[in-house]
């Protein structure tokens, strides 16, 4: 189900999607995104997530191009105190496909034990399989 679809003047975006069938949310960012655009695409997470309480997220960069959001500070400090008040607790990130790295695979803090699970992944079907066992995992305990 499509929740957001955020289109910058250059063609690049990002769409917001709640994929019912799995039951998580998928970031999808195409393009050439800036940092304006970044804060954007992820403060809109933020107010579409709680409608959702839903602790996945899969953030999908496979279709970026050039550099990507580098500011982690902020990530840490602002967007992901909030994103932790709305229930996330898994994210499966999937990294460019011309770079195969990003900010996140070089400088994201220590994983939050008990609180938050970050994963990195270079393909999609990769992070989807990961999400998936989390899910299995958490009806377990």
Known sequence: MLINYL????????????????????ATWRGHV?????????????AQA?????????????ALQGSWFDSVEW?????LPQALQRGLHYVAHVVQADTHTDILT???????VGVLELQIFHQV???????????QRAALE
């Not at 990530?75 to 967007?79: A, P, S």
């Not at 070089?106 to 939050?112: A, G, N």
Request: proline content about 6%.
């Open 50 to 62: 709680g409608a959702f309480h839903c602790p996945y997220l899969l953030n999908d960069n496979v």
């Open 75 to 79: 990530l840490e400090r602002v967007w």
């Open 106 to 112: 070089l400088t994201f803090p220590e994983p939050l």
């Open 34 to 46: 800036d940092a304006p655009e970044a804060m954007r695409g992820a403060e809109n997470y933020l």
């Open 7 to 26: 289109l910058d003047g250059d063609g690049s975006c990002c769409t917001l999607t709640f994929e019912e069938a799995d039951g998580w949310l998928r």
């Open 125 to 135: 079907a990769e992070a989807e399989e990961w999400l998936r066992s989390c899910q």
